[in-house]
């Protein structure tokens, strides 16, 4: 007897000890993560979005900016109708064209496909309706259908800029995020904080009254204010449009810039897209040839490589070329004119303005590998301009002390250096700036709620005094007045411009037929109030630039001299 009551003692003992064990092992060790799936269950967390800043142009006009939009989703245990009957109802106004019956028809089989799904509860059908939209679907007194506020990008000139903004598309986490151009660069400001809101909630998911209830305020993002001129970009790119299409050009790119701030007033390449419909573009359209695009310049890179000859007083403008007479034999190659004329004892001037290659092979000559380099790195050429744009880029330079002398040669004339547009114009503006390089910048202030920031302008240095500024100005209003654009010339208007015509490197050497055409000028010379460039590539009608970019150039100037109040002298 004693026996089995000492047995059934140990299996109470064992039991309680087993017990204790289950209890320390779920309220000690286990505690932390069942208060957390307790809080789950009682606790709902919600994040708040916050509203993304506006892109402005300088009269504070929208160029991108804040609407209204709407998540459009189904509760599926409420939807009363049949699932054919919902689809077909819904299809309409969720279809970019409802004209299409086969975008139609697609649509409508979309939506009966994610509503049949047997495990499906709450489905998100069309992220960022209008509002409009809405409205009409409200209309049909659907249950189950129901909707949820989000935000929707505007661009109110669709393509206007579309390369200078980006776009808002999604990231991997499925949230908004800026790419290319100013929604890329400035994502972050543009973005601001998101908040938080958590709260109590009884076993139905209904919110308690009493329960607790925490919020963390989202932060709107700031708007930016640029320096983008409206009524400029919109002439910009509705004569770059015309100009393509007249010369047969496969695309081209404008920019028209303060050189004495590096502020940029307007900026257009084309082919372009449309930021609110990204995702109906190749993505190859949303990199910005003006930033991301290299191309050999040709001649309007004569004009640095000249005010570089001038500053170091190597040559003077009036220096007589003494190897002008004819073809120069520079190793195993010849270098020739452009239209094979040879003008011996050429001056300085005479060079710029014949844009003569032989010419500017002796300025390089004198200036030399080394100082050749020093100057061109000092002008920025080989390095990103610091513009404030997502996707620039910027061809090196060859290392300086690997230079050979027909590197120095070909270089001197714009050949076997490569650069972008912003690059070429950036260094261009130091000689209307007198000498003074300036970092180029889209935005002018950033503004919040009940402050705003200047961005001042930013100057780099001085790359060339201000004598060799003065002479290499003077020698680009010769060039634009009697060299081979000057049938392009506006009589009475002081430019100081310069052509250029580069071959398109193909496989280790030169297409004969395809070529770049390019004119940079400013004006008036003497007190530029822009500085602008005109790039075309693979112009059909003519391979020359004086043909196709200058008067293209010229036929945008008109207007930009009435924008300015630049009146004609005498």
Not at 11 to 25: E, I, K, N, S
Not at 57 to 62: N, R, V, Y
Not at 151 to 172: I, M
Not at 250 to 272: C, H, Q, Y
Request: hydrophobic residues 40%.
């Amino acid at each position: 007897m004693n026996t089995r009551i000492k047995i059934i003692w140990v299996f109470f003992l064992l039991g309680f000890l087993v017990l204790v064990a289950r209890l320390f092992y779920w309220q000690v060790i286990k505690a932390k993560d069942l208060a957390t799936e307790a809080k789950r269950q009682y606790q709902v967390g919600y994040s708040i979005t916050a509203p993304r800043g506006n892109i402005l142009a300088s009269d504070g006009s929208i160029l991108a900016g804040r609407q209204e939009g709407w998540l459009v989703y189904a509760s599926v245990p409420e939807i009363s109708e049949k699932i054919n009957t919902v689809s077909d109802k819904l299809a309409p106004f969720l279809t970019e064209d409802p004209s299409d019956r086969n975008m139609l028809l697609n649509e409508s089989n979309r939506l009966k496909e994610i509503l049949s799904k047997k495990e499906a509860v709450w489905i998100p059908i069309r992220h960022k309706i209008t509002g409009d939209a809405k409205k009409n679907i409200e209309a049909m007194g659907m249950n189950g259908i129901g909707f949820e506020e989000e935000e929707l990008r505007a661009y109110p000139e669709a393509s206007s800029a579309a390369h200078l903004l980006g776009f808002v598309g999604k990231n991997e986490q499925g949230s908004d995020q800026g790419y290319f151009g100013l929604e890329g660069y400035y994502d972050l400001v543009l973005s601001g904080k998101p908040g938080f809101l958590s709260r109590e909630s009884d076993a139905a998911g209904s919110p308690i009254v009493i329960g607790d209830v925490r919020e963390v305020s989202a932060y709107s993002g700031v708007d930016l204010i640029t320096h983008i001129d409206k009524a400029i970009q919109l002439t910009v790119e509705d004569k770059l449009k015309k100009g393509i299409e007249a010369y047969g050009a496969k695309g081209g790119t404008v920019i028209v810039m303060d050189p004495k701030t590096g502020a940029v007033f307007a900026m257009s390449s084309l082919p372009d897209y449309d930021p609110k419909d990204y995702f109906d573009f190749t993505n190859e359209l949303f990199k910005n040839p003006a930033v991301s695009d290299s191309f050999e310049p040709g001649s309007v890179f004569k004009v640095l490589v000249m005010a570089s000859g001038l500053d170091a007083k190597a040559v003077k403008p009036d220096t007589i070329c003494d190897i002008c007479a004819g073809p120069l034999k520079v190793d195993k190659y010849s270098i020739e004119t452009w239209n094979n004329k040879y003008r011996p004892d050429s001056s300085m001037v005479d060079v710029i303005v014949n844009s003569d290659n032989v010419g500017m092979t002796f300025v390089g000559q004198k200036l030399g590998t080394d100082k050749m380099y020093d100057y061109l790195d000092k002008f920025g050429i080989g390095k990103t301009t610091g513009i404030d744009l997502q996707g620039e880029m910027a061809p090196k330079l060859r290392d300086k002390g690997t230079w050979n002398i027909v590197d120095l040669a070909t270089a001197s004339f714009g050949q076997g250096v490569a650069v972008t547009p912003m690059e070429l114009i950036k260094a261009v503006s130091a000689i209307a700036n007198n000498g003074k390089l300036m970092t180029p910048q889209v935005v002018d202030k950033l503004k919040g709620e009940g402050w705003e920031e200047d961005i001042k302008p930013h100057e780099e240095g001085q790359v060339i005094g201000v004598e060799a500024a003065k002479d290499m100005t003077q020698m680009m209003v010769e060039a634009a007045k009697n060299g081979e654009s000057k049938w392009t010339f506006l009589k009475g208007f002081k430019v100081a411009g310069k052509t250029g015509t580069a071959q398109i490197p193909i496989s280790g050497h030169y297409d004969n037929e395809k070529t770049i055409a390019s004119f940079i000028g400013f004006a008036p010379a003497d007190n530029p109030k822009f500085i602008m460039l005109v790039t075309l590539k693979e112009p059909q009608t003519s391979q020359w630039a004086s043909e196709t970019a200058a008067p293209l150039w010229y036929n945008i100037a008109k207007d930009l001299f009435v924008h300015f109040g630049i009146l004609p002298e005498n």
